[in-house]
């Protein structure tokens, strides 16, 4: 039957990526989607550093190094955007926008990520993956001994805050409201020498011509005092958005929008399985969708093995 596969992957991050090369090497017939160039959120990376085994690369250079890696297993692979997931029992069904593609495979597998909400202020475009990050673990390191900004005041903007403190020579927080995370943790970043905090402000722009070069932002209060601070990099936390509007209506996203997944990557809906940063999870990061991946792509195969007996 023409379009029929026995796992279709949407999303073509490290996950998606990872669970195809899992999935043909267990013989399976994979079609990998994304509406976009392979490599997901690691294009946008400057530059990776703890990726086990590969030193100091650029993300770009890691997603074609993954990309390639697919190729040479004869993974198909299709740009097309998923608009669409129905359940049908043994089948599921993946509708395109292009060309109303439609694809059938007896397992699915949802690696299509998150985006880090923006500002949507002057330069963030400029700046973007070069001055302008989502992840101090990934990109940290290379602001050690310069001046750091960060956007953001809840849970995982003080947490970074905290280890960015620790290698950088000034942190300037800069947040819509007061510090909402943890209290305490909140109170060890107060006390950290180098960190400033400039609650209830509005960020106006990101300046720089060759390279990000500041911050300029106002006071939300009354007098709408203006400052401006100089940095060399910056780190936005102002919450991410799941890319699940495709396939939520399957009850199988939490509030957030991400995926409910077992530690089989299994969802609710036998056949569909989460890999990568949609799914429910403490830590974001390349190895970790990696992992995912491997694991849902065992499982999905298992899967559709016991549907062919």
Not at 57 to 75: D, N, P, R, S, Y
Not at 190 to 206: I, S
Not at 207 to 221: A, I, M, W, Y
Not at 244 to 269: N, P, Q
């Amino acid at each position: 039957m023409e379009n029929t596969y026995d796992i279709v992957i949407v999303g073509a991050g490290p996950a998606g990526m990872t669970a195809a090369i899992y999935a043909i090497r267990a013989n399976m017939k994979v079609l990998m989607l994304d509406r976009l160039a392979p490599g997901g959120a690691i294009i946008n990376t400057n530059e990776i550093e703890n990726y086990t085994g590969a030193g100091k690369l650029t993300g770009a250079e890691l997603a074609i190094k993954m990309f390639e890696h697919t190729q040479e297993l004869g993974v198909e692979f299709d740009y097309r955007t998923v608009i669409d997931l129905k359940d049908e029992g043994e089948w599921k069904t993946v509708v395109c926008e292009e060309d109303d593609a439609v694809y059938k495979a007896r397992a699915v597998i949802l690696a299509t990520g998150t985006v880090p909400r923006r500002l949507g202020v002057p330069g963030e475009d400029q700046w973007a993956g070069s001055g302008i990050s989502w992840c101090a673990i990934c990109d940290g390191a290379q602001y050690r001994d310069k001046e750091v900004v960060v956007i953001g005041g809840g849970n995982s903007a003080v947490e970074e805050s905290i280890y960015l403190a620790g290698i950088c020579t000034r942190l300037t927080i800069v947040t819509m409201f007061d510090l909402t995370a943890d209290p305490k943790a909140c109170d060890q970043l107060r006390k950290m020498p180098n960190v400033t905090v400039y609650p209830y402000q509005e960020v106006l722009e990101f300046t720089g011509e060759d390279r990000l070069t500041g911050v300029r932002f106002k006071s939300t209060k009354e007098d709408a005092t203006e400052r401006y601070v100089t940095c060399d990099g910056v780190f936005e936390y102002i919450g991410f958005a799941a890319s699940s509007e495709a396939f939520a209506k399957l009850g199988i996203v939490d509030r957030t929008g991400c995926i409910e997944a077992d530690a089989r990557m299994r969802t609710k809906v036998p056949g569909i399985f989460g890999a990568g940063d949609i799914t429910v999870k403490h830590l974001r990061q390349i190895v970790t969708a990696c992992g995912d991946g491997a694991v849902a792509a065992n499982s999905a195969a298992s899967y559709v093995e016991s549907l062919k007996q």
